[in-house]
């Protein structure tokens, strides 16, 4: 039988996948070595879908087995959870902007490797935004926008962090179909994710 990320990276059966979970746990592997081996898959998969190897399709699909994975691995996690969820994100898309299909890809791909995400849902105001950042305490706040009319929004949450004294606190990323790196930079968001995947790998810089 293949293992876990070569399951992952062939879109394999999600009862295959759980059985080989089951079968690492039995053996006394460690949970967190589990989801290290999830990250993996799933930088390997962006990769493919990169190289236009994969689509969208199979990469949605990666992201259901790898939170299939992290479903199976949470009650093992209770006694380490404190440390694993150190990794703790809010998510949303800021006011003026209902769109939530990329910002839902990213939450989903983020909890499958590990990261306590806090989903704020569409059209987030500043306030809601500075308040949850008070109430939760996380790491990084990231914000979502597919319209060129409301990705300006993020910048005015970046200045209510800062007026808050909250910006020196937390680490801020950006995406969303119109958002560049160098637009990331005007606004001193402090990275830009192209994906889902950059998102993984932009996070896990950020909070190191």
Same mark, same amino acid.
């Given at each position: 039988m293949a293992d876990l990320k070569e399951l992952i990276l062939e879109m394999g059966d999600i009862d295959d996948v759980k059985k080989i979970v089951d079968e690492e746990l039995k053996s006394g592997k460690d949970p967190t070595k589990i989801i290290d081996q999830i990250t993996e898959a799933l930088i390997e998969v962006g990769k493919k879908y990169d190289r236009g190897e994969?689509?969208?399709s199979e990469l949605m699909m990666a992201g259901i087995l790898a939170s299939e994975v992290s479903k199976a691995l949470e009650p093992h996690l209770a006694n380490i959870k404190k440390t694993i969820f150190t990794k703790k994100v809010i998510i949303g898309t800021v006011k003026g902007d209902i769109h939530d299909i990329g910002k839902n890809i990213v939450i989903m791909m983020l909890r499958a490797t590990g990261f306590d995400v806090v989903d704020l849902g569409i059209d987030v105001s500043v306030e809601k935004f500075t308040d949850a950042v008070k109430k939760e305490n996380p790491r990084v706040l990231g914000m979502s926008a597919l319209l060129t009319s409301t990705m300006y929004e993020m910048g005015n949450v +970046?200045?209510?962090l800062k007026?808050?004294?909250l910006r020196d606190q937390i680490k801020v990323i950006i995406g969303g179909r119109p958002v560049t790196q160098e637009f990331a930079d005007? +606004?001193?968001?402090?990275g830009y994710a192209e994906d889902s +995947?950059?998102?993984i790998r932009k996070l896990n810089?950020? +909070?190191k």
């Open positions: 994969y689509f969208l +970046i200045e209510g007026k808050e004294g005007e +606004i001193g968001a402090d +995947i950059e998102a810089d950020l +909070i």
